[in-house]
């Protein structure tokens, strides 16, 4: 018998990045600049807080929140770095990966076709996992508008069905991020519609040239918004599924429900290793920024002498680049560069279908320097080749 499965999971696409790298899969020497995940191991002092919590039997459930110190840890470090207050008790929520903050705000907030506004291009969870929860997602195009939301954009996108904007910064996949004027004059709009903005800052700690702001300490926003942030990128813990969501009592509280016949809580041995991520994980932290800010740098030059453009990626580890230059879409120059020269980068079709016969791909710099450049000359070759 053939088991049908459910109407809204049939519905659900394969992320285009997985649809992608299961071609790169079944191939032998390939240099992926493609999955955005950090070459780095866990820095070696928050791997023995993980050791060490298995080692004194720390194998239990916690309470549904996450444990109480971890929470109060992410308070002070918040109110230090950001000045932002959040209650630990009440305000905040940990969450398996930053992935889980996302789908519990969605699902706690939205009623059935309610709006959620998403930039696009955007990481590929929002659209689909918004879908799942009822709610019906709305891209914002930012293409012509160097990739950032803009006022304007937004005001004319707001409907009486809009309810959420979603925020991402240093963004996936473009590595643009907002400055705190840009950042006002979205909350004029976010406050005069009474939005909320679920604000997934993952990649602020990997801002290169300035400090990042978080939405919710922009003045008045922060009773507007579900920051979300989780320690797989700036920490390279991927593996070891811990974020956290914080936000107005009410939502973390329902937020935390909906988690407690879910998730149950994030494993103990993974938020006792984030805790010591954050309290003695900074001068790690800051060394990986600093090659990855290395490898932006050569990768900016490289692909801006191949003719490539692309909006300043000021955060993250992506450039998301047109190859208009070359006539091919993104899609086209991505399988012939993987096939031709066994580099693999992401089509941008895979952020967002307003891209699917536009010029764009994905670049990721998280792989070591000698193979990056090794990716580049390819590139290069390519070009000359076609
Ligand atoms: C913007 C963004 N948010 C969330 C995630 C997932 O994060 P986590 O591993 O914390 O679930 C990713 C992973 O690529 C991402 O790029």
């Known amino acids: 018998m053939k088991i049908n499965v459910s109407k809204k999971s049939a519905s659900i696409t394969p992320s285009g990045i997985r649809e992608f790298f299961d071609l790169v899969l079944g191939m032998e020497d390939i240099i992926s600049l493609g999955i955005g995940e950090p070459d780095f191991v866990t820095p070696w002092n928050i791997c023995e807080a993980g050791i060490y919590a298995l080692e ?14 971890f929470r109060k840890t992410i308070a002070q470090y918040l109110k230090k770095k950001y000045n932002l ?8 929520l940990i969450t398996v ?10 699902r706690a907030l939205i009623n059935p076709s309610d709006e959620v506004l998403i930039p696009e291009p955007s990481y590929v969870s929002y659209y689909s996992v918004t879908q799942l929860a009822g709610g019906k997602p709305k891209y ?26 979603l925020l991402n910064y240093p963004s996936n996949p473009t590595g643009i991020t ?27 700690d990997l801002t290169y040239d300035f400090q ?35 936000g107005p009592e009410n939502v973390i509280d329902a ?19 984030a805790q010591e991520a954050l309290i003695n994980g900074d001068n790690a932290c800051l060394e990986m920024k600093k090659e990855y800010k290395r490898r932006r740098e050569y990768v900016i030059s490289r692909l801006g002498e191949m003719g490539f453009t692309f909006p300043y990626p000021a955060g993250a ?70």
């Open 255 to 273: 937020m935390n429900r909906i988690h407690q016949y879910t998730m149950l809580c994030a494993p103990i041995m993974s938020q006792m290793a």
């Open 140 to 165: 914002l195009s930012t293409h012509e508008t160097g990739f950032k939301v803009t006022p304007k954009m937004l005001q004319e996108a707001i409907s009486n069905k809009t309810k959420i904007l």
């Open 212 to 246: 990042h702001t978080p939405f919710a300490s922009i003045s008045g926003m922060q009773s507007h918004t579900v920051y979300i942030n989780g320690f797989s990128k700036a920490y390279a813990m991927t593996g070891w599924r811990v974020g956290y969501a914080c």
């Open 317 to 386: 580890f992506y450039i998301f680049a047109s190859v208009k230059n070359t006539g091919l879409t993104g899609k086209e120059f991505s399988c012939r560069l993987l096939k031709e020269k066994k580099v693999a980068v992401v089509p941008g079709v895979a952020f967002g279908t307003e891209f699917k016969n536009k010029y764009y791909i994905r670049v990721c710099y998280t792989t070591e320097f000698e193979k990056l450049k090794k990716a580049l000359n390819k590139i290069e070759q390519f070009l000359k080749e076609l």
């Open 97 to 106: 990966g930053t992935s889980e903050a996302y789908d519990l705000a969605i």
């Open 56 to 69: 004194k039997g720390y194998t239990s459930y916690t309470s549904n929140q996450g444990l109480l110190s």
């Open 178 to 204: 907002y400055t705190v004027n840009e950042l006002k004059n979205i909350a004029k709009i976010v406050k005069a519609n009474n939005l909320i903005v679920i604000s997934d800052e993952i990649y602020g």
């Open 85 to 92: 207050g959040y209650h630990p008790e009440k305000e905040i």
